[in-house]
């Protein structure tokens, strides 16, 4: 039997509103309908807006592992250099790899962020024609520094910046045509506050160029293919028509919001935990890098981690996350991103104060 819902502030998925499940209980409509077709190209025009691009914004019926893929495959000519501080970072590399693409990795602690002159290092070899940047380590909840590393990768005109924001996008400000990104992708269970299953990934002119000029190496996550399908506002293949719904609802509410108004909100639930976690314990990530979505703290009381997480299930329908692989245990991590509020947060640590005796 199904347990009673826990209020999720996990890195992923999380908290869904009850509006946006409604949303997805709307009746099917057929893929290759003019309905579907309105319902595509009113979305369209929501996402660049929330993205700050005049560029197509792809949706891809997967989690956002297939979009990395998609990535790579696409973007990669030559060689691809991944950028490498932790699990999901580690995990684009072992995608390009297993895809059969050149690569080759930079790779620095999990605690510690990519800086940008490392990245301009490795470039100046002439090697690369891809790098990979995962923008927020859901593992280690440490942001890299984007501005300034799409920087350093606008320095080198034949290199294309793949961006992994999956828990970073619609916490924070991601502009993509300023920044010069040429893919930035993410889940919609992160920070979009949605069910899983959904991927959306913002695609460059000269990604879809570079693709055209590539032997093909997939299908179902071919740029050209589904370039092909977006101007006619369809999808190569059976799209996951409830998400579009949700997503559709969920964009018109980040919007009445206000967009600067919701990285705000992101960014004081951060500062609020984050001043917890120093109070209680430590940070994991080196300061200046923490993430506004999910808070990674150093276990340095050496509590159970899994006794914490099953009472606040167990007596306050409350769940948090333990550490990422090897970090399990060691650290122990906090979302606080999508729909949650300063208020929520402020309530889930009074109750982790109260368990712990602080």
């Known amino acids: 039997m199904r347990n009673a819902h826990s209020k999720l502030f996990t890195p992923?998925?999380?908290?869904?509103r009850p509006e946006i499940l409604q949303a997805m209980a709307a009746p099917q409509i057929y893929h290759r309908s003019p309905e579907f077709r309105e319902l595509y190209a009113e979305i369209q025009p929501k996402l660049q807006k929330f993205l700050y691009t005049q560029q197509p914004v792809l949706l891809f019926a997967s989690s956002s592992t297939g979009a990395m893929e998609a990535a790579v495959q696409n973007c990669v000519g030559k060689k691809c250099l991944n950028l490498v501080n932790g699990a999901f970072?580690?995990?684009?590399?072992?995608?390009t790899a297993a895809c059969g693409i050149p690569c080759e990795t930079l790779e620095v602690p999990w605690n510690l962020a990519i800086k940008p002159q490392m990245v301009e290092t490795k470039l100046r070899s002439g090697e690369f024609d891809a790098v990979t940047l995962v923008h927020n380590e859901t593992s280690t909840g440490l942001m890299n520094p984007l501005p300034q590393i799409a920087e350093v990768v606008r320095?080198?005109?034949?290199?294309?910046?793949?961006v992994d924001s999956v828990s970073g996008m619609g916490g924070v400000k991601v502009e993509f045509d300023a920044l010069g990104l040429d893919v930035c992708l993410a889940g919609v269970q992160k920070a979009f506050a949605l069910p899983a299953g959904?991927?959306?990934?913002?695609?460059?002119e000269r990604a879809i160029k570079r693709a055209e000029g590539i032997k093909p190496r997939t299908y179902y996550f071919s740029f050209p293919v589904m370039m092909k399908s977006h101007k006619k506002n369809e999808t190569p293949a059976t799209p996951s028509i409830p998400h579009m719904f949700a997503l559709n609802v969920q964009l018109d509410a980040m919007f009445a919001e206000g967009l600067d108004h919701r990285f705000a909100r992101h960014a004081e639930m951060a500062a609020l935990t984050q001043a917890w976690a120093k109070q209680h314990f430590a940070m994991y990530p080196e300061e200046g890098y923490w993430s506004n979505t999910v808070t990674c703290i150093s276990n340095t009381r050496s509590i159970s981690v899994e006794d914490l997480n099953k009472t606040l299930v167990r007596d306050h329908g409350l769940r948090i996350s333990n550490g990422y692989g090897d970090l399990k245990g060691k650290t122990f991590r906090i979302g606080h991103m999508g729909d949650h509020t300063?208020?929520?947060v402020r309530g889930l640590?009074?109750?982790m104060d109260a368990i712990l005796g602080l």
């Open 12 to 16: 992923g998925p999380t908290e869904v």
């Open 89 to 95: 970072s580690m995990r684009w590399h072992e995608i």
């Open 155 to 162: 320095k080198f005109p034949d290199v294309l910046l793949l």
């Open 198 to 204: 959904l991927a959306v990934c913002a695609v460059s």
């Open 342 to 344: 300063v208020t929520d």
């Open 349 to 351: 640590l009074a109750t």
